[in-house]
Every structure is written in structure tokens, then in C-alpha cells.
């Protein structure tokens, strides 16, 4: 089975502008969560998206926006880009997200704003 | 809030010897925690995972003790080699997310 792939793998984008990210989840999981990891700050969690819709939320500015298709592939978008926005970008897919659901990570979007 | 986090930054052993990583929650509620492996430029990869309601659970060269009731859980590596040199944080989950810990760097010394 295929695991989570995430695409690109690398960016670069300059301040102000967007970018898209894309995750297609591990077949039949239909749980998907983004987190941003930064030396400093560790795994951050941005949303989690089940069923096309966003169950959960972390602490990110509006800037920071996502969505899910009817095949469970997710985008996440961050619009206004800015200099601390350079991160790897993580999507973890789980078949629900349910209380005892193993998450499984993708390899990551290397985002750097220059 | 809530915080998960791991008691040391880096940690070196030598090769053959066993691992033992440390990781702390703030969260009694917290009902399953994973352990995952992450080398440099990949994404992270789940090892081993354990239940609130199991004190320990065992893996290929791999073991997670939980305590709940210090809150704390340890992965410990048997026979460690090369190829484990690596990040390693633990995951704890309170109702539908994950918070993580900000990982421990391991280095196994040949």
C-alpha cells in the first residue's frame, strides 16, 4: 500500500506571494491533518480536514487555509507569505481520526520565503 | 495549555549499547501516544504506539513504557546501531488531536 505523498517536495516562493500545497493520503484513510515543523518550535498543528470538511483547527492566522476533495486528497494554501512561513510542511493521514487512530505521516514540503 | 515534551535535546550512545528516550505529558486525558522516528530530510515515521490502558508494549528492538500516573512514557531501543541515529519525539493525543514533543536527537557512535 502507498504511503502518504505529499507534492512538491520543494518550494521557493518570495514574500507576498501564495503557494498550494498538495497530500494525497494513504488509500482508504480518510483523515487528513497539516502541521508546520520548524527547529524552533517543533510540529505545530495547522487543521485536520475529515470528510471535506475541517473538524479541527490550530492557532494560525487566516492566512493558512486548506481543504479536502471527495477522494480524501487535501491542499493546504498559504496566501501573504512571509518570512517565518519558511517550514516543512507535514500531512498525516488516519483512516478517521478517531480517539485510537494511527496518524502517518508524509516526507514533507520544504517551503523556504524568501 | 497542553504540552508534551521530551527531557533531553540530544543523546549519543554507542553502537550495540541500548537507548532510553524520554518523553513528559501535561494532559491526563491524553489516551494514546506514538513514537516516531524522523531523519534528516524525511518526513516522520511511526515506530511503535501505546494505549492509556497498556503499561508497555513491545516491538522489533523496541519498547514503550507508559506511567500514567507521573505521566510520562519512554521508548527504549534494544542493541542500538547506526541506522537509529535519527529525531525521535513522542505524540500524545487529548480527544481527536496529537500534540507533539520537540524531539530528542539521537546519535549512535560506532
Known amino acids: 500500500k502507498a504511503g502518504v505523498t505529499q507534492t512538491p517536495r520543494y518550494l521557493i516562493k518570495t514574500r507576498g506571494q501564495q503557494v498550494t500545497l498538495s497530500c494525497s493520503p494513504i488509500s482508504g484513510h480518510r483523515s487528513v491533518s497539516w502541521y508546520q515543523q520548524t527547529p524552533g518550535q517543533g510540529l505545530q498543528f495547522l487543521f485536520e480536514?475529515?470528510?471535506?470538511?475541517?473538524?479541527n483547527k490550530g492557532n494560525f492566522p487566516g492566512r493558512f487555509s486548506g481543504r479536502q476533495f471527495s477522494n480524501s486528497r487535501s491542499e493546504m494554501n498559504v496566501s501573504t507569505l512571509e518570512l517565518g512561513d519558511s517550514a516543512l510542511y507535514l500531512c498525516?493521514?488516519?483512516?478517521?481520526?478517531?480517539?485510537?487512530?494511527?496518524?502517518?505521516f508524509g516526507p514533507g514540503t520544504r517551503l523556504t520565503v524568501l | 495549555g497542553e504540552s508534551v515534551g521530551l527531557h533531553l535535546p540530544t543523546l549519543s550512545v554507542q553502537e550495540g549499547d541500548n537507548s532510553i528516550i524520554n518523553c513528559a505529558y501535561s494532559?491526563?486525558?491524553?489516551?494514546?501516544f506514538i513514537w516516531y522516528k524522523q531523519e534528516s530530510g524525511k518526513g516522520p515515521q511511526f515506530i511503535i504506539d501505546i494505549r492509556s490502558n497498556m503499561d508497555k508494549r513491545q516491538g522489533q528492538r523496541v519498547t514503550v513504557l507508559l506511567n500514567k500516573t507521573v505521566k510520562h512514557l519512554s521508548l527504549q531501543i534494544a542493541a542500538t546501531q547506526p541506522g537509529d541515529s535519527a529525531v525521535y519525539f513522542c505524540a500524545g493525543k487529548t480527544g481527536n488531536q496529537f500534540y507533539f514533543g520537540t524531539g530528542t536527537s539521537l546519535t549512535v557512535i560506532p
Open positions: 498525516a493521514s488516519s483512516f478517521t481520526g478517531a480517539r485510537t487512530d494511527t496518524q502517518y
Open positions: 494532559n491526563s486525558a491524553s489516551d494514546y
Open positions: 480536514y475529515f470528510s471535506e470538511t475541517q473538524r
